[in-house]
């Protein structure tokens, strides 16, 4: 089964004094702003990176929702933060780490059950797996 979804991208002008707009298939995002001030002067609008880290952050939230039920537990709540790294590597920039960081209530859990999932989630779910780079985790089971 092949599940296709389409995001877009305009842009006009240079690369410092152009604009762009993103769209996504859903709607969820019409014509949101970035351009090299969001990206790198911290401007009002979107950046690759942070679209990343949020389909990050909710790619492994999922994966972890389901190996969580796959084990008999059901969370109460599952706050995933992702942080994605953009560094100046040679002549241009590469993402270099995406840092998770987890805290969740999951009743009738053990810390280890809780780390074994989110472990397993850190390296199974799908965006994780098209990221080349180092993930690191920090998962918190909170009671």
């Not at 842009?11 to 604009?19: D, L, M, N």
């Not at 859903?26 to 990206?39: E, H």
């Not at 969580?68 to 790294?85: K, V």
Request: charged share 20%; glycine share 10%.
């Amino acid at each position: 089964m092949t599940i296709n979804k389409k995001a877009s991208a305009h842009w006009s002008g240079t690369i410092k004094e152009g604009k762009g707009t993103i769209s996504t298939q859903s709607g969820a995002l019409q014509d949101q702003p970035y351009g090299f001030n969001t990206r790198f002067e911290d401007k009002p609008g979107t950046n690759p990176e942070e679209l990343l880290g949020a389909a990050h952050a909710s790619c492994f939230t999922m994966a972890l929702s389901l190996i969580l039920g796959e084990a008999g537990f059901t969370a109460d709540s599952l706050d995933t933060e992702s942080t994605i790294s953009l560094d100046k590597v040679g002549d241009g920039f590469a993402v270099t780490k995406a840092h998770l960081t987890l805290r969740g209530v999951v009743p009738n859990a053990t810390e280890s059950d809780f780390l074994d999932a989110a472990n397993k989630a850190k390296i199974g779910c799908p965006m994780s797996k098209v990221l080349n780079t180092e993930i690191t985790l920090d998962a918190k089971l909170a009671s």
